[in-house]
């Protein structure tokens, strides 16, 4: 059984840093693609970024500069480091899987976390 776990949300002020962690079990890490997703009230679920299986990241426009996709794979692990927090990044945010191959669209991945809030004020 597949499980992902997001963890390190919470409540920041703009201009703070976060940094989510996202730990995977029951599959074998170093083969998935892992992406991070997040959705604000109201609007649909936008990719982050991902990152392949060899650690090579790549990100949405809107964090660019301001967020990190890492990856452990000693410790099946996935992190975002969040810099320069915005009001407007404040949303539920998800890590998911997929094997082999980077996607950007959610519905494209395998697996997912249950999400984790992260809320920054103005």
């Known amino acids: 059984q597949v499980n992902l776990v997001e963890s390190g949300g919470g409540l920041v002020q703009a201009g703070g840093s976060l940094r989510l962690s996202c730990a995977a079990s029951?599959?074998?890490?170093?083969?998935?693609?892992m992406g991070w997703f997040r959705q604000a009230p109201g609007k649909e679920r936008d990719i982050v970024g991902t990152i392949s299986r060899s650690g090579a990241a790549i990100y949405a426009d809107s964090v660019k500069g301001r967020f990190t996709i890492s990856r452990d794979n000693a410790k099946n692990t996935v992190y975002l480091q969040m810099d320069s927090l915005r009001p407007e990044d404040t949303a539920v945010y998800y890590c998911?899987?997929?094997?082999?191959?980077?996607?950007?669209?959610?519905?494209?991945?395998?697996?997912w976390g249950q999400g984790t809030q992260v809320t920054v004020s103005s």
């Open positions: 998911a899987g997929r094997v082999w191959y980077r996607a950007l669209r959610d519905r494209e991945y395998d697996y």
């Open positions: 029951g599959l074998t890490f170093s083969n998935y693609v």
